[in-house]
């Protein structure tokens, strides 16, 4: 089974701090996104990367960033918290190649910005 | 763009009746159309997808999605609903953008009443 992991299940940060989100995926896949959520928003995606050290931006991705530096791993760093940012933080990964590969995802963080 | 639209924001149904989750989207491309559940404080887990082939689809826990050309439809459908299935279900589409991206729908929550 794929597994994606996420660092943390909760955070609490104070506004203007540097947040740092892991994300660890086990199944050698290219492609990792990170998502936020809100209610009676959906998903959004923020960034994604198809490769090491390659990254994209999503539809949000202001006042983020990322870094891949490993093929597992996609972090996501919110450079100064604000309190717009508090929100659910999910991570996903898919495979490469064929253009309908599922993405799975972590459980989750849920970031609160005080 | 690439888009899916949910329109009601939560569907109630009494346990052991049918389910139905409504899903209609739009696309430029081929239609990869996906859905996923979210059960309380936890990541998607994917259900089902229509790459292409026969238009009824089966997924997971006994969920299956009817695709509809003619209507650009893909409801998600459950014959009898458990108690268990009371969850957020997400519909998405690929988006043709580029990179296994998908864009995802609202959500719908589901609210099964024993």
């Known amino acids: 089974d794929v597994k994606v992991t996420q660092s943390s299940r909760y955070l609490v940060k104070r506004t203007g701090e540097k947040v740092f989100l892991e994300c660890v995926q086990d199944m050698d896949h290219e492609n990792m996104f990170w998502y936020r959520q809100d209610p009676g928003l959906g998903l959004r995606l923020i960034y994604f990367?198809?490769?090491?050290?390659?990254?994209e931006k999503g539809d949000i991705p202001e006042g983020y960033s990322v870094s891949r530096e490993k093929k597992e791993r996609f972090s996501l760093i919110l450079e100064s918290a604000s309190t717009n940012q508090t929100s659910m933080y999910l991570c996903a990964s898919s495979a490469d190649g064929t253009s309908q590969e599922t993405q799975y995802f972590g459980p989750g963080t849920r970031l609160l910005v005080l | 763009a690439q888009s899916v639209a949910q329109p009601e924001d939560q569907v109630n149904v009494a346990e052991g009746n049918p389910l139905t989750v409504k899903c209609t989207y739009s696309v430029s491309g081929n239609p990869y159309l996906f859905w996923y559940v979210q059960y309380p404080n936890r990541g998607l887990q994917f259900l089902l997808k229509y790459i292409t082939g026969d238009n009824l689809v089966k997924g997971s826990y006994g969920f299956e999605a009817e695709f509809n050309k003619s209507q650009t439809s893909f409801h998600l459908k459950k014959p009898s609903a458990l108690v268990s299935d009371s969850a957020l279900y997400f519909c998405a589409v690929r988006d043709w953008g580029g990179n296994n991206r998908l864009a995802f729908g609202k959500g719908n929550q589901v609210v099964v009443i024993p």
């Open positions: 990367s198809y490769d090491v050290k390659m990254k």
